[in-house]
């Protein structure tokens, strides 16, 4: 039973443009949600994070939006860089066993020069 | 200012050997926790510990598998007679004391790519 769901595996870009990555999950015990970015033979790296009592958070070219009421969430990335290139792992934490982190199967963002 | 070290980097196992997976977590960090990513998977929750407590083991598979956290030296995860499912990557992370995982930037290492063959 996935909880954190990730539906487009792959996304492309022309740089410049917006990117949008989106996530929906299923536990409503989830208070926390995190974006991490991941390159090839890398460790996850954190981006940026949204509590679960604001619908958005911002941080220079990376806003996220949470909508508590359709359990979804997105990350955008404006203007989108040949850098953000990498795979975007969504991410949720709270309710039981709050330490533990539940991640989505990520979606691989090419961004075209 | 290091980060979560992981060792090795690459890790090739035979069918049937043991694989130990080491974990530093940065300094100051008491917590550490284990994830395990398989091909085209996100990453999978498989232990929490705290120095020599393991706190929740619920992600690990129930036989092969352990993990400690001395009160010296890394965090070892180990997998005995090593099975050809066991091939991943194994990525640990750490936090502070007092705070959870979740509301803190966790800082995960690079990862050990185990390769069973």
């Known amino acids: 039973d996935q909880q954190v769901k990730q539906n487009s595996p792959s996304l492309s870009v022309q740089e410049g443009r917006i990117s949008i990555l989106n996530c929906d999950y299923t536990?409503?015990?989830?208070?926390?949600f995190l974006w991490y970015k991941k390159y090839p033979a890398e460790g996850p790296t954190f981006l940026i994070s949204?509590?679960?009592?604001?619908d958005k958070n911002e941080d220079g070219r990376f806003t996220v939006f949470l909508n508590k009421s359709a359990k979804h969430l997105s990350l955008h990335i404006v203007p989108s860089q040949p850098g953000d290139s990498a795979v975007y792992f969504c991410a949720a934490g709270g309710g039981a066993g709050s330490y533990q982190l539940t991640f989505g199967k990520g979606t691989k963002l090419s961004v075209i020069p | 200012n290091a980060g979560v070290m992981q060792n090795p980097r690459h890790l090739v196992r035979r069918r049937g050997q043991e694989a130990r997976l080491r974990c530093s977590p940065m300094?100051?960090?008491?917590?550490v926790y284990w994830y395990r990513q398989l091909p085209e998977e996100g990453l999978k929750f498989m232990v929490y510990?705290?120095?020599?407590?393991?706190?929740?083991e619920s992600g690990m598979p129930k036989e092969r598998f352990s993990a400690e956290f001395p009160k010296e030296g890394p965090s070892i995860l180990r997998i005995q007679q090593v099975v050809r499912g066991d091939s991943a990557a194994y990525f640990c992370?750490?936090?502070?004391?007092?705070?959870?995982?979740?509301?803190?930037?966790?800082?995960f290492g690079q990862g050990t790519r185990l390769t069973v063959v």
């Open positions: 949204i509590s679960s009592i604001k």
């Open positions: 300094k100051g960090h008491s917590h």
């Open positions: 536990n409503s015990m989830f208070d926390y």
């Open positions: 992370a750490s936090s502070p004391p007092g705070q959870r995982i979740a509301n803190t930037e966790a800082f």
């Open positions: 510990l705290q120095k020599e407590n393991i706190i929740d």
